[in-house]
C-alpha cells in the first residue's frame, strides 16, 4: 500500500464520518436512531466509557464503506483499515475521557490523529507501509486536518474549527 493510498483511505474514511456527525447536526430527529456503542456506561472514576460521539450508526457506516472499499480494493487490508479508523476514534474517546475533557473540548493529536495512529500502527505491522511513511501521514493529518477544519469552520459546516 502506498502512501497516497493509506492516507486516502484513512481521510476519506473519516470525512464520511465527519459527515454523518454534520448530518446529526442538520437533522436531530435522526438522533434518535444513533445511540453511543458504551450505552451510556459510567466508569467507577465517575465519566463515560466513549461518550456519546462513539456510535452505533457510526459503526454501521464504516461498516457500510468498509464493504465498499473491500468490493472495490479486493483486498482485506484495506477493510481492516476502514475499520481500524473507527476504533481508532474509539481510543481517542476513551482517552479523552480519562483525560476528563468535556464533550467538544479539543486534545491535539487524540482529535486529528487518533485514526492514523491506529490504523498506522497496524499497516506497519503487517508491514504495508514503512515506518516513515506512517510517521510521514500523521504528521501531515495533525498539520493539515487543522486546517481543513477551521476552513469548515470559517464557512459555516462546521461548530467549531481547529
Known amino acids: 500500500m502506498s502512501l497516497f493510498n493509506f492516507l486516502i483511505l484513512v481521510w476519506a474514511t473519516n470525512v464520511i464520518l465527519n459527515i454523518l456527525g454534520v448530518i446529526k447536526k442538520l437533522r436531530p430527529a435522526m438522533q434518535r436512531f444513533d445511540r453511543p456503542i458504551d450505552g451510556g456506561l459510567i466508569l467507577p472514576d465517575g465519566s463515560r466509557l466513549l461518550g456519546?460521539?462513539?456510535?452505533?450508526?457510526?459503526?454501521f457506516v464504516t461498516a457500510i464503506v468498509g464493504v465498499i472499499?473491500?468490493?472495490t480494493t479486493n483486498n482485506f487490508y484495506t477493510l481492516a483499515v476502514v475499520f481500524l479508523v473507527y476504533v481508532g476514534h474509539a481510543v481517542g474517546s476513551f482517552i479523552k475521557r480519562r483525560l476528563d475533557v468535556e464533550d467538544g473540548g479539543f486534545v491535539p493529536m487524540i482529535d486529528h490523529g487518533d485514526h492514523v495512529l491506529v490504523a498506522g500502527t497496524f499497516v506497519v505491522l503487517v508491514d504495508l507501509i514503512s515506518l516513515f511513511d506512517f510517521v510521514l501521514a500523521f504528521v501531515l493529518t495533525v498539520v493539515l486536518t487543522p486546517v481543513v477544519?477551521?476552513?469548515?469552520?470559517?464557512?459555516?459546516w462546521r461548530e467549531r474549527g481547529l
Open 149 to 156: 477544519t477551521t476552513f469548515f469552520h470559517k464557512i459555516g
Open 69 to 71: 472499499v473491500f468490493w
Open 52 to 59: 456519546e460521539s462513539t456510535t452505533w450508526v457510526g459503526l
